[in-house]
């Protein structure tokens, strides 16, 4: 079935600090992991995204890791700032890459 | 280039009425998505239009909605009879091709429904 946990749900991290969000899917056959960033009041924007022929991506602050093997991926924030303040949903690819799953999302709030 | 646009942005109507969300896409993209997030819960699929054909509905919680997207443009998901459970953000998303593996999703600020 069409499962992607996320966690932790909440996370507060001090100014500067690095945040790590998790999420584990169910499907083998997801080969696209996008992450999305959702500020209050606006709408989820693309943030960065990774493709199940590579481990790692890069983009400034933020990194995507993926271990197709355990089925997980995780977003990394370094240098956290307080427009970092959102929340973040995990997405994997379902249905032969038709549709996306979501997780549930993760607030996260830097303290300045 | 204008984004993914959503009417209305908040509705709030009695159970047992009728409500028509609409969306249009990013111009020029074939597919269309609806997706729903119920509070604190995760967002969630309900169906995909490539231009005018549904190309998957399983994600419809029952025959209490309707999605249409006539002449493969804007889109609308009308619920009727909405009930209490029906409550939530509607977002929906656009991609110019499919499958997603090539292509990235855009989403629009979701419609904020309350059914009382």
């Known amino acids: ?112 | 280039e204008a984004g993914v646009t959503q009417f209305p942005s908040h509705s709030v109507i009695e159970k047992g009425q009728t409500v028509t969300l609409r969306c249009d896409p990013i111009s020029g993209h074939d597919n269309l998505y609806w997706y729903r997030r119920v509070m604190g819960k995760e967002i969630k699929f309900l169906l995909h239009f490539v231009k005018e054909s549904k190309q998957d509905e399983s994600g419809m919680p029952n025959n209490r909605f309707l999605a249409e997207r006539t002449g493969g443009t804007y889109s609308t998901l009308k619920v009727q009879p909405a009930e209490l459970e029906d409550s939530g953000v509607y977002f929906c998303a656009s991609s110019q091709r499919y499958p997603l593996l090539d292509e990235k999703l855009f989403f629009g600020s979701g419609t904020q429904l309350s059914v009382l």
């Not at chain 1, 009041?41 to 933020?62: M, T, Y």
């Not at chain 1, 271990?67 to 990394?76: D, G, P």
């Open chain 1, 1 to 112: 079935g069409e499962n992607v946990e996320q966690h932790p749900s909440t996370l507060s991290v001090q100014e500067g600090d690095s945040a790590v969000i998790k999420c584990t899917y169910s499907d083998s056959a997801s080969n696209y992991f996008p992450w999305y960033k959702q500020e209050l009041g606006k709408r989820p924007q693309l943030i960065i995204d990774i493709r199940s022929n590579v481990g790692e991506k890069k983009d400034q602050r933020i990194a995507v890791t993926l271990n197709k093997t355990a089925k997980h991926f995780s977003l990394h924030i370094t240098e956290t700032q307080p427009e970092d303040s959102a929340v973040y949903f995990c997405a994997a690819s379902m249905g032969g890459n038709n549709r996306l799953a979501f997780g549930k999302g993760n607030q996260v709030v830097v303290i300045p």
